[in-house]
């Protein structure tokens, strides 16, 4: 199903420090997985992806774990920085399905100088 | 290498005016999607589009809302006698094939305020 929230969670770091950022999903029948970053004003970026054949997957200074067991994503983001700060969508699909993202409520994260 | 643009970047409007939101894809893209987001809020998908068809509008309401994205030219979301519950920032997104594993690219989005 679909979360809908009146206020976003936050997450407070400071900068350095790494961070990590939950998304729980509720469709097991969901195959792929987005992180998205949203800066204010602007639109979703796309940071990085996973199938569910994987459990784990790296990028620059980005690490996404898969736990399909508990239906349960992460982004772990390391030496955050200042311009990390941002809200933070994960997003799924499943296979066969046209390219409708059902996306989660989003997480602030606000990094501390 | 310019990515999905839309314009307006904002759009005012009157209770029962009409709001047309456009955007052009990545080049090469042909698929092209539409969301809406209201504030604090994920995306919510509205519908998604190739040259000249629509190929799912299950988020479209039945009413007042229609899509296109014809052969020359943006994909224009098209909002009709808009009420204040229209307000809410208005994304577009392509891609360069249909696969379900496709990273979506998204515009800056075009903020709608029905006054």
């Known amino acids: 199903g679909e979360s809908v929230g009146l206020h976003l969670p936050t997450l407070s770091v400071q900068e350095g420090d790494n961070s990590i950022i939950n998304c729980a999903y509720s469709?097991?029948?969901?195959?792929?997985f987005i992180w998205y970053k949203q800066e204010s004003g602007k639109g979703p970026q796309f940071i990085i992806d996973?199938?569910?054949?994987?459990d784990k997957r790296q990028g620059q200074r980005v690490t996404v774990l898969l736990n399909k067991t508990v239906k349960h994503l992460s982004l772990q983001i390391a030496a955050t920085q200042p311009g990390d700060s941002a809200v933070y969508f994960c997003?799924?699909?499943?296979?066969?399905?046209?390219?409708?993202?059902?996306f989660g409520t989003g997480t602030l994260l606000a990094v501390q100088p | 290498n310019a990515g999905v643009m839309q314009n307006p970047r904002h759009l005012v409007r009157r209770r029962g005016q009409e709001a047309r939101l456009r955007c052009s894809p990545m080049k090469g893209h042909s698929h092209v999607y539409w969301y809406r987001q209201l504030p604090e809020e994920g995306l919510k998908f509205m519908v998604y589009?190739?040259?000249?068809?629509?190929?799912?509008e299950s988020g479209m309401p039945k009413e007042r809302f229609s899509a296109e994205f014809p052969k020359e030219g943006p994909s224009i979301l098209r909002i009709q006698q808009v009420v204040r519950g229209d307000s809410a920032a208005y994304f577009c997104a392509s891609s360069s094939q249909q696969g379900w594993d496709s990273p979506l690219h998204f515009g800056n989005g075009t903020r709608l305020t029905v006054t």
């Open positions: 997003a799924e699909n499943r296979r066969g399905a046209t390219n409708k993202l059902i």
């Open positions: 589009l190739q040259k000249e068809n629509i190929i799912d």
């Open positions: 996973i199938r569910s054949n994987m």
């Open positions: 469709n097991s029948a969901s195959d792929y």
